[in-house]
């Protein structure tokens, strides 16, 4: 719009030239009429004239469209009201005279305005075919109305004249429009690519031929730490990446490298990729692509936090959350690397004593502290080159390269393990003693491959458990056939019960005031047909290891209230149960049917439970506890004393009965300290309520002591009697108590 209003020199010349030609052929055809044609044609002018004036006042934005067709209009109505007036001249001068010269004037002239009018505003259609039908039509007239041949012939002309100056028009018009349209839509497509560069996550710059710096996002100045002010226009790619390199405190040796793989890639026209350690942990991946017409494109990555996380999993994959020490795969990783070295190492696997009496005690997150005090332990007497891996629970593994293959090196690192792990650690706030017992195994004599020689440590390691806590053992390749005579007992046991092979026997307990037998304590046998009488102290563990112990507790329970129904009297029978049914057992309901399915009254049974029951899982324990006394049972502790339980911890629990171990006895006799700690705990626990049973009573001065203390109210031994088989039980009963001044 603006382009048809503001040629003003152009309205000033043609319509001062139209005024003179009138002016001019009224003069030379002596007409008023034609003369007077300059009138409106003047008018007109200066009308359009006060319009631009308006226009350029209100001066519509390019987005008002409705404004811009409003001054359109107005535009047209003015330029043709001028090209009405100068066709009705055009045709007067026709009209009014013969004068060719007049006519040549005004037809030139009508002419000229005409294309002067379309060759200026051929952008607007409507101004183009109104002018050129109000300037032809007059003229076409005015030539016919001669009947001259020349005129006609000219008249004629003119038609096909008109028609292409508008065709031209129209070409011109559909020109311009595809221009404008075509650099809009270029601009549209620079800002949106603008907008996509910008908003990128990398950082990217254009190099060209010439390896100059063409252009570059934001984002690529801040990743590289360049200022964004700075002019990198022309600028050669290597001084952008000598400045980059310095901007992140990249190494000088560094630097260098970084620059002649540009340069190399970028003479061989081909992609590469480059990581740049900067300062601050600052991890920068910066990609090379050349561009088909020549020069390159370099994309910049962060990726620090792509490979932070990177090296978080590779840590959860190869390291115990817990201990941060390494975790089973990974040292076997390592086992793997010093035994392709050719070097011998030795594995010690450590196991914790105590644990699982802490964990159950004094709960999970204490026994996770404790691990992690273990764990730091170990790191702190072993050298930096062992490994110290945790495989999960309190299993601990250490390897330990050997110099020249010698075990004794092992054998001192065990010593120093076992050392360090059986000093007292304190975990929140309680004071813990637990100990360790490790198996050794050496590659390659013990084993070639991880799981060999992990196998045979572990083999060794349950020996050195079986041979006392606090111990370590070197593997021994008659190690493996115990293991497997294990496996072999195992599997005995189940047949045994199957086949009725084991037996009870039963032990007297008596009360020391009146020498009757109170109970009778039930021990099962298992009679073998190769190896004669095999003794509980070597199948019951194995039997809980395996879980066989709950079938068999139960058969025990059953046959020794069937046996206990047919004594005389009120004498009671004693029953073991092993923690394991415990844990895994229903002893309620094992004790509902055995008492109802040998009549036996429930106050003649008693069952009696170790410390580590006690120890484990408190709440249900004190839960199952309560429903078997409900039931008229008497429960009593076995072992006192060897386990972790104090006494200030036993009357949590409704106990009748503590039996004080045998190992109580020792050196009675001739050390007073021990007479002292016997007699002490045995007052105590009658202090607390409870009947006292002193067992493996063997010898007559023992029997001579207790009898001195009143708090101890029954004695079981050798001294009275062995376990017998059931049988022998009704006739030793039947002989009545004992008397205390026979035995010896
Ligand atoms: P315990 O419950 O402490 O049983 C007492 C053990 O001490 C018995 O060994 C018994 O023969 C032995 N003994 C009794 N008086 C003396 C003595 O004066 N001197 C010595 N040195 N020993 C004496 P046994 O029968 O070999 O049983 C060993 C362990 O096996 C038992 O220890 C008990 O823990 C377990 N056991 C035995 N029978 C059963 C059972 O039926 N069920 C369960 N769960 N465990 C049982
Ligand atoms: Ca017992
Ligand atoms: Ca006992």
């Given amino acids: 719009m603006t382009a048809l209003y503001k040629d003003r020199r152009s309205l000033f010349s043609g319509t001062g030239s139209a005024i003179a030609a009138a002016l001019v052929t009224g003069w030379m055809s002596g007409s008023m009429w034609i003369a007077g044609c300059a009138i409106p044609l003047g008018l007109t002018g200066f009308v359009r004239w006060m319009d631009m004036n308006a226009y350029e006042r209100a001066m519509p934005g390019p987005q ?46 009508c002419l000229a305005y005409m294309i002067g009018i379309t060759g200026r505003n051929y952008a607007s259609d409507q101004l183009v075919t109104f002018t050129t039908i109000t300037a032809a039509v007059p003229m076409v007239a005015g030539l016919l109305l001669q009947y001259e041949f020349a005129y006609v012939f000219l008249a004629l002309l003119l038609v096909p004249f008109f028609m292409s100056v508008r065709n031209i028009a129209t070409r011109l018009r559909h020109t311009l429009f595809d221009a404008v349209v075509a650099s809009h839509d270029l601009r549209a497509l620079a800002s949106h690519f603008d907008t996509a560069v910008n908003n990128m996550p990398h950082g990217l710059c254009m190099f060209d031929a010439d390896q100059r710096f063409v252009v570059c996002n934001e984002r690529f100045l801040t990743l590289l730490g360049l200022p964004t002010g700075g002019r990198w226009k022309g600028r050669k790619a290597v001084t952008l990446l000598a400045r980059t390199l310095e901007a992140n405190s990249v190494p000088k040796e560094g630097r260098q490298k970084v620059i002649e793989s540009f340069q190399d890639w970028f003479a061989a026209g081909c992609s590469g990729a480059l990581v740049l350690e900067a300062a601050g942990e600052k991890i920068l991946e910066l990609t090379f692509q050349p561009i088909e017409a020549g020069g390159c494109v370099m994309l910049v990555e962060d990726i620090s936090e792509k490979r932070r996380a990177e090296a978080r999993i590779e840590h959860l994959a190869r390291y115990d959350a817990l201990t941060g020490l390494p975790n089973r795969s990974y040292f076997q990783e390592q086992f793997e690397a010093v035994a392709a070295r050719g070097q011998a190492c ?60 010698d075990a004794k090196e092992a054998s001192l690192t065990a010593r120093r393990i076992v050392s360090a792990l059986g000093d007292v650690f304190t975990v929140e706030g309680h004071q813990i003693v637990i100990g360790a017992s490790i ?6 004599t013990d084993g070639e491959t991880f799981d060999q020689v992990l196998k045979n440590a572990d083999l060794a390691l349950y020996c050195a458990k079986s041979d006392g806590r606090g111990v370590w053992r070197f593997f021994e390749p008659d190690m493996d056939v115990r293991a497997q005579d294990r496996r072999a007992l195992e599997i005995a046991v189940r047949d045994a019960l199957e086949n009725g092979n084991f037996e009870v026997f039963f032990q007297p307990i008596i009360n020391l005031k009146t020498g009757q ?88 049974l008693e069952l009696e439970i170790t410390e580590s029951v006690l120890m484990e899982n408190t709440e249900v324990t004190r839960t199952v506890l309560e429903n078997l006394k409900r039931l008229g049972v008497r429960i009593s502790l076995d072992d006192f004393g060897t386990g972790y339980a104090s006494l200030s911890y036993l009357h949590h629990f409704p106990l009748d009965k503590v039996k004080i171990d045998r190992s109580f006895l020792q050196d009675v006799e001739a050390d007073s300290r021990s007479r002292k700690l016997l007699v002490g705990v045995a007052r105590l626990t009658a202090d607390l309520g409870m009947s006292v049973v002193v067992e493996g009573v063997e010898t007559r001065p023992q029997l001579t002591l207790l009898m001195r203390q009143s708090s101890i109210e029954e004695v079981q031994g050798f001294l009275f009697s062995p376990p017998r088989p059931a049988k022998d039980i009704p006739s030793l009963l039947e002989a009545g108590k004992v008397d205390f001044d026979q035995v010896a």
């Fill in 64 to 109: 008002a469209l409705a404004e811009a067709r409003r001054w359109e209009k107005r535009y047209i109505l003015g330029s043709s009201t001028f090209a009405v007036f100068l066709s009705l001249w055009c045709f007067l001068t026709f009209l009014l005279t013969q004068d060719p010269a007049v006519h040549l004037v005004s037809f030139a002239v």
């Fill in 346 to 405: 030795a594995l010690l696997f450590i196991d914790l004593d105590q644990f699982k009496v802490v964990n159950d005690t004094l709960g999970h997150p204490c026994g996770d502290a404790l691990l992690c005090q273990v764990a730091a332990r170990l790191r702190r007497v072993l050298r930096p080159s062992d490994v110290i891996a945790r495989f999960g629970g309190d299993e601990f593994v250490v390897l330990r390269p050997l110099r020249g293959g």
């Fill in 439 to 444: 198996g050794i195994a050496i590659e390659p």
């Fill in 517 to 604: 037998t109170t109970v009778c304590e039930a021990l099962v046998r298992w009679r073998h047909a190769e190896r004669g009488m095999i003794s509980p102290a070597e199948f019951i563990p194995l039997a809980e290891e395996t879980n066989v112990i709950i079938e068999l507790g139960d058969w025990i329970l059953h046959e020794a209230c069937r046996q206990c129904a047919s004594w005389p009297g009120e004498v009671g029978v004693a029953v073991n149960i092993s923690p394991i049914q415990f844990r895994r057992g229903d002893v309620v309901r094992s004790v509902i049917s055995a008492l109802e399915r040998s009549g036996l009254p429930a106050h003649r």
